[in-house]
């Protein structure tokens, strides 16, 4: 059985996803959160193996809630899950830490697949392209590079720190200073996803 939790301040939206969780066998509802402040007790009460969480949240968005929940120990995977997902959010979210990105249009056996493969350790993230990649990285100061291309390459996150020869809270703060560049007004998550050729 895979413990599934979920953030979203719309109650449709919660009543929904918990509908459809418990019509699929193998995955088990095991709470909701309206708030971020929320969310901490319940992922401490149910344990889950995935948390679902809603990109555009009040007051916080989800890369944030995202990054807080990757610092648990242990930490359940990460579907971040948005009415705008696109190519535009995938840098993001990987700095922040997601297993996956998922469009809340999606039909439910693909949202169903995208659970099961980040609770067996697997991404449900797009590729990145080349062109992403590189806006991402003008968006960027100089030294936040080698953060992000170790980022990208899956590196984990106590490596990158001993790599860099920085504590894991340093890295923590960098990557937090990354993500609010990459979402101010020229940020990525602001940019159209380059069109495909």
């Given at each position: 059985m895979i413990r599934v939790a979920f953030i979203d301040d719309h109650p449709a939206v919660r009543l929904g996803l918990e509908s459809a969780l418990r019509s699929e066998p193998g995955l088990v509802p095991v709470g909701a959160a309206e708030q971020p402040?929320?969310?901490?007790?319940?992922?401490?009460?149910?344990?889950?193996?995935?948390?679902?969480?809603d990109y555009h949240l009040p007051r916080?968005?989800?890369?944030?809630?995202?990054?807080?929940?990757?610092?648990?120990?242990?930490?359940?995977?990460?579907?971040l899950y948005s009415a705008y997902a696109d190519a535009s959010l995938v840098v993001p979210a990987i700095i922040a830490g997601a297993d996956g990105i998922v469009?809340?249009?999606?039909?439910?056996?693909?949202?169903?697949?995208?659970?099961?493969?980040?609770?067996?350790?697997?991404?449900?993230?797009?590729?990145?392209?080349?062109?992403?990649l590189q806006l991402a990285s003008r968006c960027l100061e100089p030294e936040?590079?080698?953060?992000?291309?170790?980022?990208?390459?899956?590196i984990a996150r106590r490596d990158i720190a001993d790599t860099l020869g920085i504590s894991p809270d340093d890295l923590a703060g960098r990557i937090a200073a990354m993500l609010d560049r990459?979402?101010?007004?020229?940020?990525?998550?602001h940019q159209p996803a380059p069109e495909a050729p």
């Amino acid at each position: 059985m895979i413990r599934v939790a979920f953030i979203d301040d719309h109650p449709a939206v919660r009543l929904g996803l918990e509908s459809a969780l418990r019509s699929e066998p193998g995955l088990v509802p095991v709470g909701a959160a309206e708030q971020p402040e929320d969310l901490p007790p319940l992922l401490y009460r149910t344990r889950p193996d995935v948390v679902l969480v809603d990109y555009h949240l009040p007051r916080r968005d989800g890369l944030s809630v995202c990054r807080q929940i990757k610092s648990d120990i242990p930490a359940p995977a990460v579907l971040l899950y948005s009415a705008y997902a696109d190519a535009s959010l995938v840098v993001p979210a990987i700095i922040a830490g997601a297993d996956g990105i998922v469009p809340k249009s999606v039909p439910s056996r693909q949202l169903f697949e995208a659970i099961r493969t980040v609770a067996k350790g697997g991404t449900a993230l797009p590729p990145i392209s080349p062109d992403l990649l590189q806006l991402a990285s003008r968006c960027l100061e100089p030294e936040d590079l080698p953060v992000l291309g170790m980022l990208v390459n899956h590196i984990a996150r106590r490596d990158i720190a001993d790599t860099l020869g920085i504590s894991p809270d340093d890295l923590a703060g960098r990557i937090a200073a990354m993500l609010d560049r990459l979402k101010a007004p020229v940020g990525i998550a602001h940019q159209p996803a380059p069109e495909a050729p």
